[in-house]
């Protein structure tokens, strides 16, 4: 079973918008990762949050983490045409070093 | 660095038929794991391994062997393919840290269609 949940499954936007896409997760957790994946590509790895952090930047991107909500939000900021793309989150449920990733929000960036 | 390397890119197999995914990564990590991607299902662990010489069972294991002769390689084997294994299949890597789940790099996949 998915540990992390994506909302929204999909976002439209313009370009230089932000966007905003939230996870939500039910046991308790180390850490918190997003990957990206863009079409027909692996995922790659933005940023990992741990479970004592409350938020987290890396160039455009802001991670803040909740974890008496259990949630975490992402934001991209100043969107780009190349940040289109499916973004996941992941979580390690205090189980090692196993990950359970959601099914992920597609973003769309329009010109 | 190659980082973390698939092959094949594309396989097509009848029902029934056996195969064998590789996986190689030059990075010197402990852990590997495979996945599947099916539309709206995100990733679901299938086996992974914290070290040469061993494996563990993920999420969906059934019908799917692995092995980790190398450090640097984890192979998964489908004995007799079934239409359910159409799917696209990853491989990753990572290293280790206290145990802890840590940064995962991820290979460029492997398309499997099963017929």
């Known amino acids: 079973s998915q540990q992390g949940e994506e909302d929204p499954q999909a976002l439209s936007i313009q370009e230089g918008e932000n966007a905003t896409m939230n996870c939500s997760y039910k046991?308790?957790?180390?850490?918190l990762q997003w990957y990206r994946q863009n079409s027909g590509r692996g995922l790659v790895h933005l940023i990992l949050?741990?479970?004592?952090?409350r938020e987290k930047h890396s160039g455009r991107l802001r991670v803040t983490l909740d974890t008496s909500k259990k949630s975490s939000s992402l934001l991209i900021t100043a969107s780009r045409a190349a940040d289109t793309a499916s973004y996941f989150c992941?979580?390690?449920?205090?189980?090692?070093?196993?990950?359970?990733f959601g099914a992920g929000t597609t973003v769309t960036v329009r010109a | 660095n190659a980082g973390v390397t698939q092959t094949p890119k594309f396989r097509v197999l009848k029902t029934g038929q056996s195969m064998t995914l590789l996986c190689a990564q030059d990075?010197?990590?402990?852990?590997m794991y495979w996945y599947r991607q099916d539309p709206g299902m995100g990733l679901r662990l299938i086996h992974y391994?914290?070290?040469?010489?061993?494996?563990a069972k993920g999420e969906v294991p059934d019908g799917y062997n692995v092995s980790r002769l190398k450090k640097q390689n984890f192979l998964l084997g489908l004995e007799s393919a079934a239409p359910s294994q159409t799917s696209v299949y990853f491989c990753?890597?990572?290293?280790?840290?206290?145990?802890?789940?840590?940064?995962?790099?991820f290979g460029p996949g492997t398309r499997l269609l099963v017929l």
């Open positions: 990753a890597s990572s290293s280790s840290d206290g145990g802890r789940a840590e940064t995962q790099y």
């Open positions: 046991t308790s957790i180390n850490n």
């Open positions: 949050i741990r479970s004592n952090e």
């Open positions: 992941a979580t390690d449920a205090r189980k090692g070093y196993k990950l359970s």
């Open positions: 990075m010197n990590h402990e852990y």
């Open positions: 391994s914290v070290g040469e010489g061993t494996t």
